[in-house]
């Protein structure tokens, strides 16, 4: 499976909270990075994909499937 089959949701943040983007993946709660951008936001948060799914792993924890195909929210 393809980080890439994952939603992510990209909203950017208020200036009390930084500033910038954060990028969200619906299917792996908690799991969620931010950036300057919205490029960088996603960027961040495919990292944290690949931590989520290893730490899930390393706890023998199911790692959900993607819901549905990427679709841009």
Known sequence: MDNLDYRIVVQPLSEEDGGGFIAT???????????ETQAEAVQNVL??????????RAMDRPVPRPARQSQYA
């Open 25 to 35: 993946v619906p299917d792996l709660p908690g799991c969620m990075s931010d950036g």
């Open 47 to 56: 990292d944290a994909i690949r931590v989520w799914q290893d730490r899930a």
